[in-house]
């Protein structure tokens, strides 16, 4: 016995399909990636504003570390003159070197030949 509705041309009928519940979850995940984006913008727009207040304090204190390290380049340059120097030995009785001591601590390179 042959059943005509298993050699039947037509499809089954399927069952009714259930209602997705993924679908509130994509507006979940879509509000939630909006929010992130509005929250981004607005920190990054704050961040520019506070940035934008405190450049000038910045660049002030920069002014002054600048004027600074030139100060003390120039104490520097002062402190290690060559007539500072000479003054200070002359007032602690040192001897300027003669022309044999200039001898005796040249390099004896000049008098080794190879």
Same mark, same amino acid.
């Given at each position: 016995?042959?059943?005509?509705? *298993?050699?039947? &041309? %037509?499809?089954? *009928?399927?069952?009714?399909? @259930?209602?997705?519940?993924? /679908?509130? /979850?994509?507006?979940?995940?879509? #509000?939630?990636? /909006?929010? =992130?984006? !509005? #929250?981004?913008?607005? /920190?990054?727009?704050?961040? @520019? @504003?506070?940035?934008?207040? *405190?450049?000038?304090?910045?660049? *002030?204190?920069?002014?002054? =570390?600048?004027? $600074? =390290?030139?100060? +003390?380049? +120039?104490?520097? !340059? &002062?402190? &290690?003159?060559? $007539?500072? =120097? %000479?003054?200070?030995?002359?007032? +602690? #009785?040192?001897?300027?070197?003669? $022309?044999?001591?200039?001898?005796?601590?040249?390099? +004896?390179?000049? #008098?080794?030949?190879?």
């Amino acid at each position: 016995m042959q059943n005509s509705h *298993r050699y039947s &041309t %037509r499809t089954p *009928r399927a069952a009714a399909p @259930k209602p997705k519940r993924a /679908f509130p /979850f994509v507006y979940l995940v879509l #509000g939630l990636c /909006f929010c =992130i984006f !509005a #929250g981004s913008v607005w /920190f990054s727009s704050y961040a @520019k @504003k506070v940035a934008l207040q *405190r450049r000038p304090v910045y660049e *002030r204190q920069m002014h002054l =570390i600048q004027d $600074e =390290i030139h100060r +003390l380049e +120039l104490e520097e !340059a &002062t402190l &290690t003159a060559v $007539e500072r =120097i %000479r003054r200070i030995a002359d007032e +602690l #009785g040192m001897v300027a070197p003669t $022309e044999a001591a200039r001898v005796l601590n040249a390099p +004896l390179s000049h #008098g080794i030949h190879r």
